[in-house]
């Protein structure tokens, strides 16, 4: 980090601004289990109702992949929103690189312009 200036740089691009170390972060928190706002929770109730539906067949072979993208996809959108659709600020909540962030955009078929229904 570049002390005079406060962002970091990367040869061939322009500076990215850091975050303030006075900026005020708020912590993800947990919510409850079992309540109607914890992840964990309702991809359980998920889950259990998808192998139940089942009934004895095959499960999807790329199941993993196919769960990812559910939760990936609300996820991009919301910090995308959030980041009125700036990328590298986005990708700096996420705490992945900016290209990352664009190939899952891309692999997710999602738009970088943030649209989320109100």
């Known amino acids: 980090m570049n002390k005079d200036n406060h962002a970091m740089t990367h040869p061939a691009t322009k500076p990215v601004p850091a975050i303030h170390p006075s900026a005020r972060v708020i912590p993800f928190t947990k919510p409850q289990p079992n309540s109607e706002f914890c992840l964990s929770a ?5 889950l259990a109702h998808y192998f ?3 009934q004895g067949m095959t499960p999807a072979p790329n199941l993993y992949d196919l769960i990812i ?3 990936e996809r609300p996820l991009l959108q919301h910090v995308l929103a959030y980041a009125k659709g700036n990328q590298l600020r ?3 909540i996420l ?3 900016r290209n990352t962030l664009r190939k899952k955009l891309t692999d ?5 312009k943030p649209r989320l229904a109100r």
Not at 42 to 46: G, I, M, R
Not at 108 to 112: D, P, T
């Open 52 to 54: 139940k539906q089942l």
């Open 108 to 112: 997710l078929n999602l738009s970088a």
């Open 69 to 71: 993208a559910e939760v």
């Open 95 to 97: 705490g992945i690189n």
């Open 42 to 46: 309702a991809a359980e109730k998920c």
């Open 90 to 92: 986005a990708a700096a």
